[in-house]
């Protein structure tokens, strides 16, 4: 199993540009997320998923779209890059457990973006 | 809403012991994780408590108190290979999802 991976590793944006953060697990995890972590602080929720075709706003959601059209698949979509947008980028997938909470979050390498 | 606190840095010495401390106010508590971080890697799972008491994984403990809000995790023996930040979770209402609170980070000094 390749777990959890993330493409790009890196990227540099101008203001404005707009680009797709991709996202795919193979562990067959219902419950995806988006955590943006700014150095030295903590990691912040931006959406995540339940299940393909649901999705839900984080804490951070502005700026940023989402998409759940496979259980695999959970790419990040920002559409008018801006210089707040700069930080490292994580998504992670859990299972659900039988009561209907996030078990263990298993993360990807993380992309680190810079908007200039 | 929820509020997670940890302190930002500690220090500790080879072969040492540390406790890590995170307390917690949550609507509706869930569950807590920890995990380890090294610097420009992505998090990875330590352990998780759901009841009172301390869970034990080798070299590193996690202890819960739901009625004061408080957990810590215990590292022994320490190495230098755990010099790293450790961030403390909570699942709570909304328990989809955890809030994850901004991180220890343990220096490991010979």
């Known amino acids: 199993n390749a777990g959890v991976t993330q493409t790009p590793k890196f990227r540099i944006l101008k203001i404005g540009q707009s680009m797709t953060l991709q996202c795919t697990q193979d562990?067959?995890?219902?419950?995806m997320y988006w955590y943006r972590q700014d150095p030295g602080m903590g990691l912040k929720l931006i959406y995540y998923?339940?299940?393909?075709?649901?999705?839900d706003k984080g804490e951070v959601p502005n700026g940023y779209n989402v998409s759940r059209s496979t259980t695999e698949d959970f790419p990040l979509r920002l559409e008018l890059a801006a210089p707040s947008q700069t930080s490292v980028y994580f998504c992670?997938?859990?299972?659900?457990?039988?009561?209907?909470?996030?078990?263990?979050?298993?993360f990807g390498p993380g992309t680190r973006l810079t908007v200039l | 809403g929820q509020n997670i606190d940890q302190p930002t840095e500690m220090t500790a010495t080879e072969g040492a012991i540390v406790q890590i401390n995170c307390t917690y106010q949550?609507?509706?508590?869930?569950?807590l994780f920890w995990y380890q971080q090294h610097a420009g890697e992505a998090p990875t799972f330590l352990s998780y408590?759901?009841?009172?008491g301390l869970e034990e994984k080798g070299r590193f403990s996690s202890f819960l108190s739901r009625s004061k809000g408080y957990s810590y995790l215990l590292l022994k023996e320490l190495q230098m290979k755990d010099s790293a930040s450790y961030l403390c979770?909570?699942?709570?209402?909304?328990?989809?999802?955890?809030?994850f609170g901004t991180g220890t980070k343990l220096q490991v000094i010979p």
């Open positions: 992670a997938s859990s299972y659900r457990l039988a009561g209907g909470g996030a078990d263990t979050q298993y």
């Open positions: 562990m067959n995890h219902n419950y």
């Open positions: 998923s339940v299940g393909a075709g649901i999705t």
């Open positions: 949550t609507s509706g508590f869930n569950g």
């Open positions: 408590n759901v009841l009172d």
């Open positions: 979770a909570v699942r709570g209402g909304g328990y989809q999802k955890v809030t």
